[in-house]
């Protein structure tokens, strides 16, 4: 049996994270793989009550820090209820968003100093660091419509797809500095093209993880 891996995908509003997040595991069972897919905020029941919290756009004004807490709370529910019993059996996960979407999302972007960010990923995610976290890159502008145009299928635009442009763009910058900063776990891949062509060279990556096991 093929050792637990720990997949994670990234990227702003818009980039076809959840696309290519299901398109994977699809990829993995038809391999073979016990692979299972969750996501932040989210992914157990505790944590997915927080995330409605979180993502409601008629919240309460709060600030980052308070944003980031309830983040870190819901994802220590998660690695405690699903990620880490699932590791634990030999199972691959595959998360859309975990903590480098807090590193960006609430300090790169939002201005929280990054050494409360790194304390809390000390207390709690480490050591559970994915193996492989695949960034998906796309022009805010691009990402913005698009989400735009899920929201007028699913409902109103979440909390974050209302922040304005300069927050977006900043939210780009500090995913691409991520995988300049860790480049051997963090893929920058290109997601203005098809998703078959994102899946495919996705696929090229995840294989060379597998065939390390």
Known sequence: MAAARFITFEGGE???KSTQASLLLE?????????LITREPGGSAFAEQIRALLLDAASAAHGVM?????????RADHLDTLIRP???????????RFSDSTL???????GLARDVVDA???MIVAPTIPDLTLVLDLPPEIGLQRAAERGQIAGTPDAFEM???AYHRRLREGFTALTRTQPRRCLLIDATRAREVIAAEIWSHVRTLKGAC
């Open 104 to 110: 960006v999302y609430q300090s790169m972007a939002g």
């Open 66 to 74: 308070a944003e980031t807490l309830l983040f870190y709370a819901a």
């Open 120 to 122: 809390l990923e000390r």
């Open 14 to 16: 818009g980039s076809g």
């Open 86 to 96: 699932a590791l634990a059996a030999g199972r691959w996960v595959v998360c859309d």
């Open 27 to 35: 990829r993995l069972r038809a391999e073979g793989i016990d692979a």
């Open 163 to 165: 922040r304005d442009l």
